[in-house]
């Protein structure tokens, strides 16, 4: 059975795209309003299914085993979110500064300030005790003890690919639908690549949407950059060998959802199985904690090296990507701030992230003094 997310502004538009893609056999499984990340995609989501017939050939083993291990990812994902969820609300309101032995007016001010940016219940009880152990012993003050405690703990990597001996630069964006993956691609190109008169070639592996590839086609043509729309993973690795003489090589992947994860797992297995190639996991920063542990259980397959999130610019708090990263050990790589081509990305640094925790106190200016 095929099961595939459709997204239109009437349901009958989404139903439309299916029997198009699918053919008229396509049964409606679900149909329900997209969730605000995905809106832009549509105001409805239908999901749809195709059955094959009864005397499809069987699926091999070795497919059979592929599907059950992706179902229990996805299984396991979900008994981690709930978890995370059950975590999160027992810290919020079992712990407070004010019931810690000991703990100062100031301390307490300072749980509620990092608990209100939306950091992590159990990393702002291991922030404020470094810092207090710092602050006694050394002298200094607690609001410089807390953004040095928070400092230590930032993981950032602004490194789009690393350089290989005898091949490009080969870098790959992986994550769910609606994070912005096709527009980064762009922006990246130009900054990474393009600004410095380097060759690079844009790869879409994305078939999956209905006409997926064309916006990065698009973006190729204005960029002046090479393009290739791929069908298969076979096709991305011959394409690999065919390009090694690009300075840059960025690959573009489809959006995969939770029922997709099966379809997700001959990629995954390519661009985990090459050291050379760099996996960046882009996500939304305006998702909430729950959600970003689930997405990043699921696209664990892949092997990402690093966290990249878009959509600054739709939230008011950094903590909940902070937090994510530091309890993953993946850094961050590159912080998407807009839609502009290619002015709205940056690489991570510590100064930005610690100036995006907490703008007004911790200041890379008030770290310097």
């Known amino acids: 059975m095929r099961i595939k997310s459709f997204y239109a502004n009437t349901v009958e538009g989404a139903v439309a795209l299916a029997r198009r893609e699918l053919g008229e056999e396509a049964m409606l499984v679900e149909s329900r309003k997209t969730p605000l990340e995905t809106r832009h995609l549509g105001e409805y989501e239908v999901v749809c299914a195709l059955v094959p017939a009864a005397d499809s050939p069987k699926p091999s083993a070795a497919e059979d085993a592929t599907a059950h291990g992706a179902r229990l990812a996805t299984e396991l994902a979900e008994m981690r979110r709930q978890l995370d969820v059950m975590g999160k609300t027992i810290s919020r309101s079992a712990w407070s500064g004010t019931h810690w032995p000991g703990a100062s007016p100031e301390m307490a001010e300072w749980h509620a300030r990092l608990m209100a940016a939306d950091l992590e219940g159990d990393l702002v009880q291991e922030v404020l005790e470094a810092a207090r152990r710092r602050a006694a012993p050394d002298g200094i003050g607690l609001d410089s003890a807390v953004a040095t405690a928070l400092e230590e703990r930032i993981l950032v990597n602004g490194t789009l690919a690393a350089p290989s001996p005898d091949g490009p630069r080969i870098a790959a964006l992986v994550g769910p639908p609606g994070a912005g993956k096709t527009t980064m691609i762009a922006k990246l190109a130009v900054t990474c690549g393009l600004a410095a008169r380097h060759p690079l070639v844009l790869l879409s592996m994305d078939d999956y949407r209905v006409a997926g590839a064309e916006q990065l086609r698009s973006y190729a043509t204005i960029l002046g950059a090479g393009f290739q729309a791929l069908e298969s993973v076979g096709a991305l690795a011959q394409a690999l060998d065919e390009h090694r003489g690009k300075y840059l090589i960025l690959i573009d992947t489809p959006g995969y959802g939770p029922r997709d994860m099966d379809r997700a797992a001959d990629l995954a297995h390519l661009l985990s199985a090459r050291p050379s190639i760099a996996t960046h996991l882009v996500l939304t920063a305006c998702m909430k904690s729950a959600d970003l542990t689930h997405v990043v259980d ?45 002015d709205d990305v940056e690489p991570a640094t510590g100064a930005r992230i610690l100036n995006l925790l907490w703008p007004e106190s911790l200041s890379p200016a008030r770290l310097a003094a």
């Open 298 to 342: 699921r696209f664990e397959i892949f092997r990402p090296s690093s966290l990249l999130f878009t959509r600054l610019d739709e939230t008011a708090s950094f903590g909940t990507a902070f937090s994510l990263s530091v309890r993953q050990g993946k850094p961050i790589s590159f912080l998407g701030t807009g839609q502009d081509i290619p």
